[in-house]
């Protein structure tokens, strides 16, 4: 699976943007589709995946993200997105998508669980 995640860019604080992922190259409803972002100097983040339709197509949220950003999936056009609103300086990142096809619920927010990675796109949130 080739991922391409676009998107990002520069957003005052209490702004919004809404990141895209776009996968090629194979069966797109397979995956498990996330997004984890990475902050200078930090550690790669979860923020949030899509279960595919057979886990139940739910939806997790890392604790920042609740109730700000919303994860979808759309299996029709191989795109996964995630709206992020109310956004604040420290949401500044890299933004990855990933893919998994082993997920389970224990390993969904680790970043070693997924299978294929999209190169980032960069958000950042001025104060």
């Known amino acids: 699976v080739q991922l391409q995640a676009y998107g990002g860019g520069l957003v005052q604080a209490g702004g919004f943007l809404r990141l895209s992922c776009a996968a090629s190259?194979?069966?797109?409803?397979?995956?498990?589709m996330a997004w984890f972002r990475q902050a200078p100097s930090q550690e790669r983040e979860f923020v949030a995946v899509?279960?595919?339709?057979?886990?139940?197509?739910?939806?997790y949220y890392g604790d920042f993200a609740k109730g700000r950003f919303t994860i979808s999936r759309d299996n029709a056009k191989n795109m996964v997105y995630l709206q992020m609103n109310s956004l604040i300086p420290d949401d500044t990142a890299v933004y990855y998508c990933?893919?998994?096809?082993?997920?389970?619920?224990?390993?969904?927010?680790?970043?070693?669980?997924?299978?294929?990675w999209g190169r980032g796109t960069e958000v950042t949130v001025s104060s």
């Open positions: 190259g194979s069966t797109f409803s397979r995956y498990d």
């Open positions: 899509v279960r595919k339709n057979s886990g139940g197509g739910r939806s």
């Open positions: 990933a893919a998994g096809s082993r997920i389970i619920l224990s390993n969904m927010n680790n970043p070693q669980g997924y299978d294929y």
